[in-house]
């Protein structure tokens, strides 16, 4: 028997779970190399406090599974493993973290605190972790992260979903200049500066959806180039100005649904010529043009249920040839636009119409076999 399964032995006699050694062994996620334990998984087996045991005994451990017990408290004792590099703490009744618990973990590279109780951090508290590249802090309940990930330069992802944030810094994430994955959704936010997003420019994925949004500044976007996704699902914008999606030419996703959006320019969309997905459902848009569309000639997926659309200009998708779903029910169209029967690449599309043009409708659509055809006549 190697001596850290003794050790692994005397931490469950401390905690109260020295009878579940053989089971601890058995998991696939509890590894030794050597006779040294270099993973170790402690998930699920009840644990209440950590008490001052400190990992770091283990001096080839860099996997430490910890998640879904009811540890209510982190020390700055538990954790003096210099090796250590990827930390679960998830699913745990964590209210409080010292500000020096990771101070020894110079090579973490990866830390879960998603779903505890956690208020707040220490400002400080990853000052030593600039090797970090996954963050999940969601599904807490803090309102305030200023200057937390000043030292995390290397920081790849980060989710701060389901917290309780209501204003974020220009500088809030000036450091993160290899930020790929920013979550945001599910806070309290209502507006930002125009610079948040300036050092930025590696994100591919933005999430902002389920907050209080009512305006984006001018531009905000600019510097994310290539950026693939933007979600502002579920806010309380009203008018987008004209600048808000330049520069995005790489963009391949953007949804704008459950907002109060009445109108927005004819010029809005001009630089998304990769967008393949546009969802503005649930809005109050009642004008859409060709001019909307006009340059999103990659564009395969248009969902606009749910607003007060009544007509539609002829050559409205002259230019979107690929579009292959399209989804108006609750638009009431008053005449089908003549582009529309020029969409060879339609294979799902859901109507409302009036007077005579779902015949020629049902007609078209027998003709080319679409199966998930649904008209819905007033």
């Known amino acids: 028997m190697s001596n850290d399964t003794e050790k692994l032995r005397g931490l469950l006699r401390q905690l109260g779970h020295e009878n579940k050694i053989d089971s601890i062994i058995k998991d696939n996620e509890t590894q030794f190399e050597d006779g040294k334990l270099i993973s170790l998984s ?9 008490y001052d045991f400190d990992f770091g005994i283990f001096h080839d451990l860099r996997y430490l599974n910890l998640k879904h017990n009811m540890i209510k408290k982190i020390q700055s004792k538990n954790f003096n493993s210099v090796e250590l590099k990827k930390l679960i703490l998830d699913h745990n009744l964590i209210e409080k973290i010292d500000k020096n618990t990771f101070i020894h973990c110079i090579n973490l590279d990866y830390l879960s ?3 505890n109780s956690i208020k707040f951090l220490d400002k400080k508290i990853f000052q030593n972790n600039s090797k970090i590249e996954h963050l999940d802090l969601s599904n807490n309940s803090m309102d305030n992260v200023s200057n937390m990930f000043d030292n995390l330069s290397n920081l790849k992802y980060l989710n701060l979903s389901r917290n309780r944030l209501k204003k974020l810094s220009n500088l809030e994430f000036s450091s993160l200049k290899n930020l790929i994955v920013l979550d945001l959704r ?8 125009a610079d948040i997003f300036q050092n930025n ?8 959806q389920n907050n209080k949004i009512s305006k984006l500044p001018d531009g905000i976007f600019r510097k994310l180039g290539i950026i693939l996704d933007i979600n502002l699902e579920g806010n309380n914008l009203i008018k987008l100005d004209k600048s808000t999606f330049d520069g995005l030419n790489n963009l391949l996703e953007l949804n704008l649904m459950n907002n109060q959006i009445e109108a927005f320019s004819e ?5 998304l010529k990769s967008l393949e997905r546009l969802y503005l459902s649930n809005n109050k848009i009642s004008v859409l043009k060709m001019k909307h569309f006009q340059n999103l000639e990659k564009l395969k997926v248009l969902i606009v249920m749910n607003n007060p659309i009544y007509y539609l200009e002829d050559d409205i998708f002259s230019k979107n040839i690929l579009l292959e779903e399209l989804l108006m029910n609750n638009c009431i169209l008053e005449k089908i636009p003549e582009s529309f029967y020029e969409l060879r690449n339609l294979k799902k599309i859901k109507f409302m119409m ?6 020629i409708l049902k007609m078209y659509f027998d003709e080319k076999n679409i199966g998930d055809f649904i008209l819905n006549i007033e």
């Open 42 to 50: 402690l998930r699920r087996i009840g644990i209440k406090e950590l």
């Open 201 to 208: 420019e590696k994100l591919i994925a933005l999430y902002l």
């Open 354 to 359: 009036r007077g005579d043009d779902n015949e």
């Open 186 to 193: 599910v806070n309290e936010l209502k507006k930002f500066e």
């Open 267 to 271: 010029d809005i969309l001009k630089d």
């Open 113 to 115: 605190l998603r779903t």
